[in-house]
């Protein structure tokens, strides 16, 4: 069954509808291929017996006509998201020594819709966890470099990062070890690991997941969203995975949506031939600017010609507090993760010192040991541009420019219906090249930030390949609760070629 391996989840569903093989066939398998790729440090954790044991459940609800297209598929999940122990038997550590070993009581919302479902709810999608994913540490990061358990390589080129901080989830799903992950994006980290990785990965308008269960980071920023080798599959997780849910305080009250049917939903007046007639995709003069790579600059005009074969029509618009959102980003984000991360003291739960004095002493060496420096770093910014004399002149600043960088998305959706442009400016870049500049980092999500700023749906698409045949992605940003529209126009632009299609030598 060598072909499991790069199916794709659509694929997959139908092969476990026709009863071409089990779902215990089908996660055996994937189990297998993963522990023949276990160097490629995507997995944290991984269960067997509970893996097998999902499997046999979801193979006797296909028997008893009980299955719904997703049952028996296999998916892992970022470790940033809660697993219950024992029931799936998975610790959750958000890629931090601060939770190595932690054994949740319940289920993150996102996982629970995916997997069994929430009591009280319709029951889940039925899909099998194969495991938790690595990740940036409590997803801190650009390149999953940043984990306590190890870097991920991308398996495009072993010497490469893979992106972050859902690096994890982008490498296994490149790699064939799953055929979809869940992500978490804050301020990239979806789009950054999918477009280097050359996979399709969508962050949902901010509300549309439930955020119960996953370790926050920043709250006003952090969203889940799925990550698979199509946007077919990705508007089918997206389907199970979101809706209103009465335990997230920010959860969008909106009606269940199939994500699936809105993106085969024809447009008005559109052709087979041309499927995105009347479409109107801005470009941002910001988006292409001088510093960006010419490799990325050719893959991205490549993809945008292929739309307006397809009948997209592109207009040219501006976002001029673009360069603006990095110093925001980074005053907001810090300041949340610096308030978010202040439980994690070692008194009822995660890591504590081994050996301290009293109370405070215990405080000061649980968080020194548990906290790497990329998490340190940004807590230490946090905590000061929220300090009494900073709040008025950072943080207070930083929001209101937030809001203006909002209101220019909303000057460009007069013009357009999606704006597109690329996701970072470079290829991945090597292992360990940005270790001693974490600015470098933090300026690659140049792209990815303003999206996020806003709270919009953006998603990559696979866009070819650039230096050293390393895959680009075309990023899309669509308006609020726009993610159909957004997958139709990716679907489309899959439909009329097969970079989603390339797969990496060796996996």
Request: aromatic share 8%.
């Given at each position: 069954?060598?072909?499991?391996?790069?199916?794709?989840?659509?694929?997959?569903?139908?092969?476990?509808?026709?009863?071409?093989?089990?779902?215990?066939?089908?996660?055996?398998?994937?189990?297998?291929h993963q522990a023949r790729h276990a160097g490629l440090g995507a997995f944290?954790?991984?269960?067997?017996?509970?893996?097998?044991?999902?499997?046999?459940?979801?193979?006797?609800?296909?028997?008893?006509?009980?299955?719904?297209?997703?049952?028996?598929?296999?998916?892992?999940?970022?470790?940033?998201?809660?697993?219950?122990?024992?029931?799936?038997?998975?610790?959750?550590?958000?890629?931090?020594?601060?939770?190595?070993?932690?054994?949740?009581?319940?289920?993150?919302?996102?996982?629970?819709?995916?997997?069994?479902?929430?009591?009280?709810?319709?029951?889940?999608?039925?899909?099998?966890?194969?495991?938790?994913?690595?990740?940036?540490?409590?997803?801190?990061?650009?390149?999953?470099?940043?984990?306590?358990?190890?870097?991920?390589?991308?398996?495009?080129?072993?010497?490469?990062?893979?992106?972050?901080?859902?690096?994890?989830?982008?490498?296994?799903?490149?790699?064939?070890?799953?055929?979809?992950?869940?992500?978490?994006?804050?301020?990239?980290?979806?789009?950054?690991?999918?477009?280097?990785?050359?996979?399709?990965?969508?962050?949902?308008?901010?509300?549309?997941?439930?955020?119960?269960?996953?370790?926050?980071?920043?709250?006003?920023?952090?969203?889940?969203?799925?990550?698979?080798?199509?946007?077919?599959?990705?508007?089918?997780?997206?389907?199970?995975?979101?809706?209103?849910?009465?335990?997230?305080?920010?959860?969008?009250?909106?009606?269940?949506?199939?994500?699936?049917?809105?993106?085969?939903?024809?447009?008005?007046?559109?052709?087979?031939?041309?499927?995105?007639?009347?479409?109107?995709?801005?470009?941002?003069?910001?988006?292409?600017?001088?510093?960006?790579?010419?490799?990325?600059?050719?893959?991205?005009?490549?993809?945008?010609?292929?739309?307006?074969?397809?009948?997209?029509?592109?207009?040219?618009?501006?976002?001029?507090?673009?360069?603006?959102?990095?110093?925001?980003?980074?005053?907001?984000?810090?300041?949340?993760?610096?308030?978010?991360?202040?439980?994690?003291?070692?008194?009822?739960?995660?890591?504590?010192a081994a050996q301290h004095g009293d109370l405070l002493d215990m405080y000061?060496?649980?968080?020194?040991?548990?906290?790497?420096?990329?998490?340190?770093?940004?807590?230490?910014?946090?905590?000061?541009?929220?300090?009494?004399?900073?709040?008025?002149?950072?943080?207070?600043?930083?929001?209101?420019?937030?809001?203006?960088?909002?209101?220019?998305?909303?000057?460009?959706?007069?013009?357009?219906?999606?704006?597109?442009?690329?996701?970072?400016?470079?290829?991945?870049?090597?292992?360990?090249?940005?270790?001693?500049?974490?600015?470098?980092?933090?300026?690659?999500?140049?792209?990815?930030?303003?999206?996020?700023?806003?709270?919009?749906?953006?998603?990559?698409?696979?866009?070819?390949?650039?230096?050293?045949?390393?895959?680009?992605?075309?990023?899309?940003?669509?308006?609020?609760?726009?993610?159909?529209?957004?997958?139709?126009?990716?679907?489309?632009?899959?439909?009329?070629?097969?970079?989603?299609?390339?797969?990496?030598?060796?996996?």
């Amino acid at each position: 069954m060598p072909s499991m391996e790069h199916a794709s989840v659509e694929a997959l569903a139908l092969g476990l509808q026709r009863g071409d093989f089990s779902s215990v066939e089908l996660t055996r398998h994937l189990l297998a291929h993963q522990a023949r790729h276990a160097g490629l440090g995507a997995f944290l954790a991984v269960n067997e017996a509970a893996a097998l044991a999902q499997a046999q459940a979801a193979d006797v609800r296909r028997a008893t006509g009980q299955a719904g297209p997703l049952t028996g598929v296999p998916l892992a999940h970022k470790d940033i998201f809660v697993t219950a122990y024992p029931e799936g038997g998975l610790p959750t550590t958000a890629g931090s020594k601060m939770l190595a070993g932690y054994q949740s009581p319940f289920d993150a919302t996102v996982v629970a819709r995916l997997g069994a479902g929430l009591p009280g709810e319709a029951p889940g999608a039925g899909m099998v966890t194969l495991g938790k994913l690595n990740c940036d540490e409590f997803a801190m990061g650009s390149a999953n470099e940043n984990s306590a358990f190890g870097a991920v390589k991308n398996p495009w080129d072993l010497q490469r990062v893979p992106g972050g901080s859902s690096g994890g989830s982008a490498a296994a799903v490149a790699a064939g070890l799953v055929p979809a992950a869940t992500g978490t994006d804050t301020g990239g980290s979806i789009r950054q690991p999918a477009s280097f990785c050359g996979i399709t990965g969508i962050k949902p308008t901010y509300g549309v997941c439930s955020r119960y269960g996953m370790v926050a980071f920043a709250s006003s920023l952090d969203q889940a969203g799925p990550m698979a080798r199509s946007a077919a599959d990705c508007a089918l997780l997206l389907s199970a995975m979101s809706g209103f849910d009465p335990r997230d305080a920010t959860s969008a009250e909106r009606p269940p949506q199939d994500f699936h049917a809105q993106m085969l939903q024809p447009r008005a007046g559109a052709t087979a031939a041309q499927p995105l007639l009347g479409l109107r995709i801005g470009l941002p003069k910001e988006f292409f600017p001088a510093a960006l790579a010419a490799d990325v600059h050719g893959a991205v005009r490549n993809a945008l010609a292929q739309l307006e074969k397809l009948g997209a029509a592109l207009v040219d618009v501006s976002l001029p507090r673009t360069e603006l959102s990095i110093p925001v980003y980074y005053i907001i984000a810090p300041a949340e993760a610096s308030s978010n991360l202040g439980r994690f003291d070692g008194v009822k739960f995660g890591h504590r010192a081994a050996q301290h004095g009293d109370l405070l002493d215990m405080y000061k060496k649980t968080r020194s040991e548990g906290f790497g420096p990329e998490v340190k770093r940004r807590i230490m910014i946090g905590t000061y541009v929220l300090s009494h004399g900073y709040y008025d002149a950072y943080y207070l600043q930083a929001q209101k420019l937030r809001r203006m960088i909002a209101d220019d998305f909303q000057a460009c959706f007069q013009q357009c219906d999606l704006i597109a442009g690329p996701v970072a400016p470079t290829v991945a870049w090597k292992l360990g090249e940005q270790g001693g500049d974490p600015l470098q980092a933090y300026l690659a999500d140049i792209f990815t930030l303003p999206g996020s700023l806003a709270g919009l749906p953006g998603m990559s698409v696979p866009a070819g390949t650039g230096a050293h045949a390393m895959p680009v992605g075309l990023q899309l940003i669509g308006n609020y609760f726009q993610e159909g529209q957004l997958l139709h126009a990716a679907h489309a632009l899959q439909q009329a070629t097969d970079w989603h299609l390339a797969r990496p030598a060796g996996f």
